[in-house]
């Protein structure tokens, strides 16, 4: 079973930055395809951004494309997640996930999760 720990969270302004983290236990986290959603206050959660097991794919939710990156370290077992240009629509608890589909963007497709961290934007 894959642990996952989220980190990096916190408080920006509008149009700042912040990159969040995700630490797996497992070795085997080289095998797997990651992805990060966000779950705003009284809304679904959401795919915001995921990554193929080997990093040489990637794919972003329209409302994220072209403001965040997301990339992988398997040597770290980590995978992270740069926000730019932070609106203060981007608030919500933010949650790393891995599963074994390839270009997944649904929470079924995903086996494993994390706690989640909480990012907040001030306009």
């Known amino acids: 079973q894959v642990q996952l720990v989220e980190s990096g969270g916190g408080l920006a302004q509008a149009g700042g930055s912040l990159r969040l983290s995700c630490a797996a236990s497992e070795r085997s986290f080289y095998s797997y395809n990651m992805g990060w959603f966000r779950q705003a206050p009284g809304k679904q959660r959401e795919f915001v951004a995921g990554?193929?097991?080997?990093?040489?794919?990637?794919n972003y939710a329209d409302s994220v494309k072209g403001r965040f990156t997301i990339s992988r370290d398997n040597a770290k077992n980590t995978v992270y997640l740069q926000m730019n240009s932070l609106k203060p629509e981007d608030t919500a608890v933010y949650y790393c996930?891995?599963?074994?589909?390839?270009?997944?963007?649904?929470?079924?497709?995903?086996?494993?999760w994390g706690q989640g961290t909480q990012v907040t934007v001030s306009s």
């Open positions: 996930a891995a599963g074994r589909y390839l270009a997944a963007t649904t929470q079924a497709q995903y086996d494993y």
């Open positions: 990554i193929r097991w080997s990093g040489s794919n990637t």
